[in-house]
């Protein structure tokens, strides 16, 4: 199949492309190098250097023989999304060219603006552009299992089954988000739910929990080949950050009680989930729904589980329960369904003390990298604007 990855040079978009390219699939990456731009904006960078977007695709050749054709351009941009869209004809398009991050949003009012209409007009765009250019493909997109939020009832795979004053109906599940970034993600289900039902395309949202993970097999083939980990503040996830910190001897910094219970997956699972969705496409006017994630953990059982594989490397790790700068429940119930992929032949790599070990060594090789001062919070959810001055960065608005 033809695969056009959006965000191709992202912590997944980037591992995802070179996973299809080398499993029979063409594939094009386009991406407008957005995040490197806001690492820039926060003095943030990736644990291990990245090459450009350019170098990879080149190195990827050397490596594998196999052709990633790169595309340049910003999906805000109407123009360039039809452009591409002609030049690749892809039979898939991957989503990931969005604003990713939760604390990002919750900056400053520029940030949640920007984080809103970045994410909803890149994907109004892209669903437009495949009406008039390419309406046979699919589209796959990245949502999150943060659109549901945290009800006191089991969260279903997209839609529930309601009665109501003696009448049935099958509706999307109710979105209860907890940031200006994760309800961009709501808006977008909502378009993509409308375009299918109006124009017959065919969608898959990836409901997907938090990432962890440093590498894949295709990663691991060059050191221009690595992805882009990150442990700050506002790109890192908590187990990514919490191995680092272990790393640094900095204390493991659990928000608030450490009750939060989230879904997460291996960085190696979001590749096969991506790869089963493509394979397994919507049917024309479908919009559905998978749960992306493997199993599910409380922040506390993450930061315990570092600690414990951190001292059998002789590393004394400590955890510190610090102010919540989330407004977020740190106690609550969490079931979430998450068989449809399942059902689809998905393996899961479980969190394993080896998988926690591994990533504490590669860490070790990057030490020296490690900032200590972009490690810790400071973005409040809900911070008056004169608590916010150190992030009153100059806003460059792209
Ligand atoms: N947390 C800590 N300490 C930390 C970092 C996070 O206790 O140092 C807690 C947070 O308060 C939260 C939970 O860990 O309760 C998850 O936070 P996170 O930063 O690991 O992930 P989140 O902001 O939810 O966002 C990440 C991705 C996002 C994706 C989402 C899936 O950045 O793109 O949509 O995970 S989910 O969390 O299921 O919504």
């Not at 603006?113 to 994907?123: A, E, H, I, P, S």
């Not at 009448?167 to 994760?182: A, E, T």
């Not at 939060?260 to 919507?282: K, S």
Request: charged content about 25%; overall charge negative.
């Amino acid at each position: 199949m033809r695969v056009l990855i959006l965000g191709g040079d992202g912590y997944l978009g980037w591992p995802t492309a070179m996973y299809l390219s080398c499993r029979g699939h063409v594939v094009g990456v386009l991406d407008n190098f957005a995040k490197r731009r806001w690492e820039m904006e926060l003095n943030v960078e990736p644990l291990i250097p990245i090459h450009t977007l350019h170098d990879r695709v080149k190195a990827w050749r050397e490596v594998k023989g196999e052709q990633i054709e790169l595309f340049v351009g910003d999906l805000r941009n109407y123009g360039v999304v039809e452009g591409v869209l002609e030049k690749f004809q892809p039979d898939a398009i991957v989503h990931y060219g969005e604003q990713p991050s939760a604390p990002y949003s919750m900056i400053d009012h520029n940030r949640a603006v920007f984080t809103q209409v970045n994410n909803v007009t890149g994907t109004l765009n892209v669903l437009w552009a495949m009406r008039k250019i390419s309406p046979e493909c699919q589209l796959v997109k990245l949502g999150t299992m943060g659109e549901y939020g945290t009800p006191n009832i089991d969260i279903e795979e997209g839609f529930i089954e309601i009665e109501h004053k003696g009448r049935r109906d099958v509706l999307p599940f109710p979105c209860q988000p907890g940031s200006f970034y994760h309800l961009s993600k709501v808006h977008d289900s909502h378009n993509m739910r409308l375009a299918c039902k109006i124009w017959n395309l065919a969608t898959t949202d990836l409901h997907q929990g938090v990432v962890y993970g440093i590498e894949t097999d295709e990663t691991r083939l060059d050191e221009r080949l690595e992805t882009s980990f990150h442990y700050d503040e506002v790109f890192g996830t908590a187990l990514n950050r919490f191995c680092v910190q272990a790393v640094a001897g900095i204390p493991l910094s659990v928000y608030g009680s450490g009750g939060q219970r989230r879904g997460f997956l291996n960085i190696r699972d979001t590749l096969r989930c991506i790869e089963l969705a493509v394979v397994n496409p919507a049917k024309p006017g479908e919009y559905r729904v998978f749960n992306q994630f493997t199993e599910t953990f409380s922040i506390t059982q993450l930061a315990e589980l570092v600690v414990r594989q951190a001292a059998k490397l002789g590393i004394s790790a400590t955890v510190e329960l610090l102010e919540n700068p989330r407004v977020e429940l740190e106690e609550h119930y969490y079931n979430p369904a998450h068989t449809k992929l399942l059902d689809l032949g998905l393996e899961p790599h479980l969190l394993s003390d080896e998988l926690i070990n591994s990533v504490l060594e590669r860490i070790k090789t990057y030490q020296s990298r490690i900032k200590r001062d972009i490690v810790l919070p400071h973005i409040k959810w809900d911070a008056r604007a004169q608590e916010m001055d150190e992030l009153k960065l100059m806003w460059a608005g792209a």
